[in-house]
């Protein structure tokens, strides 16, 4: 059915998650509006604040946007040395 993670391990994980710091820990959720905003806040803590050991105790944002800035810097130095 639509919005359900079957045989998907991670996303089953980050679920459960979610069920239990949010749902389950600050409800019950008296309107919908109010459980969405939750979920907003919970969402840009598990990507911006939250952090990860295993990628050195940053969040996984910095992580990302250091991996694209990896990228484009790789990118244009071999475009600089192939220039040459």
């Known amino acids: 059915?639509?919005?359900?993670?079957?045989?998907?391990a991670l996303a089953e994980t980050i679920n459960g998650l979610y069920k239990t710091e949010v749902i389950y820990k600050r409800g019950p959720w008296?309107?919908?509006e109010?459980?969405?905003l939750a979920t907003l806040q919970w969402v840009h803590w598990f990507n911006?604040?939250?952090?990860?050991?295993?990628?050195?105790h940053i969040p996984p944002a910095e992580a990302e946007a250091n991996y694209w800035r990896q990228v484009a810097n790789t990118v244009q130095a071999n475009a600089c040395t192939s220039t040459n």
């Open 1 to 8: 059915s639509t919005g359900d993670s079957y045989d998907n």
């Open 34 to 36: 109010s459980l969405e």
């Open 48 to 56: 911006h604040d939250r952090l990860l050991e295993s990628i050195g």
């Open 30 to 32: 008296k309107t919908r």
